[in-house]
């Protein structure tokens, strides 16, 4: 059986590595060396655990002798196996050498029976897990789902403090400083260029102007705003002075300002 | 398998009995991705089948359950009951504050019910978005009064049961006056604006102001 | 809606009777073509139910009829019943023909899971193309599982609930023959005495596979 496989095989590889020009091709139709044993084993007719591996070791080598006459380019796998088969072969033939270590020909012969017989029982369930019944083929799953829909709400609440004080801050409103600027929080660019003038005389490099805002004030986004703004306008200002130059990369990079020297001017 | 076919070759010459008939209705009616009329069915199970008696057992069997067998035109398909559609919906329910547009709008409705919106706009001295009068209609805490009789007859607002009901109050009366806000405290302390002292905290104020601002820039 | 409302908060209190928890369940899993969890249905029903006792009423009670209740990981699953397939031709989903080596790739991770590459290289005998893995993955039947504690800390590649879902299976212990192998001593991994070659028995992963194994089947 194994023959009738390889002549096959050999044909068609023969045209593959013509057509392909390729030095080395996997024999086709096997999937390794250990699959090619598998193989080959099935002509002993016997349980997998009952197998002769010496017999099969011949076998192999003689599978890869006439995949060379053949001139059938192996890949490297098929070689290494009969390799480590002739060396089993040898092992196995010879009467064991007390003074050799490593592990016995038994040894291996019997690992490599096991990996056979592990293969083996790998494909027949995988064959086995194939043909259960399955979902799609053999049942169904419900073909009219029901998405779940997220309904996302929102609510809003207030309490009876809330609604007073609310009232009475529109009230208070009126009643104490209808016309009040609150100015706690308000950084004028008369201020802002008061600071900076003393400032302005160690800024030889460029620097962010946020860098001139006072102590204090980066931090409450009112007041950052406010100081910011003010900064900018007195910059501005500073610059048509000609005291200072500024540049700016781009939109929203940051403003830079320094020193314009004087003697430049 | 090959049972399958053997019902399947016996029923050239029999039907299957009726409470296999139900079963396969039952499937098909499952897997399917739309409504199956009655000629499918016949047309889908093995000859001699009565679907549309199947469906009569089916339709019963599904009775009270958590699915039910309905008709859908002249088609059938499961459905799920009625009374369990809010298991089919996921609800995330999110609680926010009030924003204080909308505090200030409900504090002067309260306070000035019948009131109109150029009222409201009046008294708060800025503009008051649409939004904000229709959040609170949704809210269901003001709804629309009668319309003023002056020129232009301009529509009123005022506070309703669920606004007395949420904030406790018997009604609209009751809510207490300046002098009594000033008694409270409330009114003593000038809130410089963005910075309210006592129980509304500082940190929810930013987000609160820029709500209140963008109502003046939304209509 | 405000009844909907009211009966989840009833339920904080008192968890509705065991027949309209059953109910629930079949509404959620009719209207799911996945398997939902547990977990997922407890956190959809009304507090203080018990899911898994509904399940155990429910799949009694599709014992026999054309559509079942299986159980799937940690999940569960209306599906129709099996020998009622060949009513389903305008159903059937032409699965994608898995080659040899995929076929025995996916039955190492299912026998031997969680399993690194260089395993399955070994089992097999032959290296494993990468395409192969990730025609697998990509079929949602396999996903990376933990990494062994072993040098390299190696990925290791599990079958996944759709796994389980497709071939019917309640969990990974009832894949056929599991217990024949095991007490086989199939699924062991034999160190090979000392060099065999190919690709096979390169690393010493095997005293963590008894660790990796039980962690799988036994929990």
């Known amino acids: 059986m194994a023959e009738d496989v390889f002549e096959t095989d050999q044909k ?54 006439k995949a060379k006459s053949l001139r059938i380019e192996l890949a490297a796998d098929y070689l290494v196996m009969a390799a480590w088969l002739a060396f089993l072969k040898s092992r196995l033939l010879l009467p064991p050498d007390p003074s050799e270590e490593g592990p016995t020909g038994e040894e291996l012969a019997a690992h490599l029976a096991f990996q056979l ?63 009040v600027m609150d100015r706690d929080s308000v950084f004028t660019m008369e201020e802002a260029l008061e600071r900076m003038r003393g400032l302005i005389g160690f800024a030889g490099a460029w620097t962010d102007i946020l860098s001139y805002l006072p102590d204090g004030w980066g931090n409450d986004p009112k007041r950052r705003r406010s100081a910011t703004a003010a900064t900018f306008a007195a910059s501005l200002e500073l610059a048509k ?11 929203f990079a940051p403003i830079q300002l320094r020193r314009r020297d004087q003697d430049h001017a | 398998m090959p049972e399958d076919i053997e019902t399947k070759e016996e029923s050239l010459f029999e039907a299957p009995p009726m409470a296999e008939q139900e079963r396969m209705c039952e499937a098909i009616l ?37 699915v039910h067998l309905v008709k859908v035109g002249d088609a059938w398909a499961f459905r799920t009951a009625a009374d369990l559609g809010f298991l089919m919906q996921k609800e995330t329910v999110e609680t926010r504050k009030l924003s204080r547009a909308a505090v200030e709008t409900l504090a002067i409705i309260a306070y000035h019910q019948p009131v109109t919106r150029a009222e409201i706009e009046e008294i708060r001295g800025v503009s008051v978005s649409r939004g904000t009068i229709d959040q609170l209609i949704e809210m269901e805490w003001i709804r629309f009064g009668r319309r003023k009789m002056t020129p232009g007859r301009p529509v009123t607002f005022v506070v309703t049961q669920s606004f007395l009901d949420h904030f406790g109050l018997e009604s609209a009366r009751d809510l207490p006056g300046l002098k009594e806000l000033r008694a409270a405290g409330l009114l003593e302390n000038r809130p410089p604006p963005g910075a309210v002292p006592g129980p509304m905290g500082e940190d929810g104020e930013d987000q609160e102001d820029a709500e209140g601002q963008s109502e003046l820039f939304e209509d």
Request: include cysteine; aromatic fraction near 6%.
């Open chain 1, 12 to 65: 068609q590889s023969v045209e593959e590595r013509l057509a392909a020009e390729a030095l080395i091709v996997d024999v086709d139709g096997f999937e390794g060396p250990l699959d090619v044993l598998l193989i080959l084993s099935r002509t002993q007719k016997v349980d997998l655990r009952k197998i002769s591996i010496l017999h099969l070791a011949q076998q192999y080598l003689a599978f890869v002798e």
């Open chain 1, 117 to 179: 017989e592990r293969l083996q029982a790998m494909r027949d369930s995988a064959a086995k897990l194939m043909a259960r019944d399955r979902l799609g083929r053999d049942f169904f799953a419900r073909g009219l789902p029901e998405d779940v829909t997220r309904v996302r709400r929102v609510r809003y609440t207030a309490t009876l403090l809330d609604l007073m004080q609310g009232y009475a801050r529109i009230r208070t409103k009126d009643e104490f400083r209808p016309f």
């Open chain 1, 241 to 251: 002075e000609g005291k200072v130059e500024i540049r700016q990369n781009g939109t």
């Open chain 2, 30 to 66: 499952f897997a399917s991705a739309e409504p199956v009329s009655i000629k499918d069915l016949n047309a889908r199970m093995p000859h001699g089948c009565d679907a549309a008696e199947a469906l009569v057992h089916l339709r019963k069997r599904y009775e009270g359950r958590g």
